[in-house]
């Protein structure tokens, strides 16, 4: 499969602004982006988990994630790529999408 090439640098600020916007952070040399979701409990924190890795499936994009409780951490990156792609961005948008 052909995976999608890393986004040049001079276009990422534009292509992140969405997302800035609501909450994820670029981190690691601009490598990879990261938000913090929160819910009311671990029952809510599972149900976005559970949900968002039917996408990941689906697109063969896979998120890393940690769950504390009712907190979900989770950091995007496109690790074929060494850096963000639109895969990344796809990702984080459906995320957006299910809170
Ligand atoms: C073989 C398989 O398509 C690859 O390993 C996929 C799986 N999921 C992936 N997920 C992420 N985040 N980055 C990748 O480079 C990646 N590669």
Known sequence: MTRPARIPDDQL???LN???ATGWTLEDSRKAITRTFR???FVGAMGF???????AEKWDHHPEWSNVYSKVTVRL???DA???TELDLRLAQQM????
């Open 77 to 79: 990156t496109t690790h």
């Open 39 to 41: 819910f009311d409990d």
């Open 82 to 84: 060494d850096g963000l």
């Open 18 to 20: 969405p997302l800035i």
């Open 49 to 55: 988990m559970t949900r968002a890795a039917l996408y």
């Open 13 to 15: 600020d534009a292509q």
């Open 96 to 99: 957006d999408a299910l809170v």
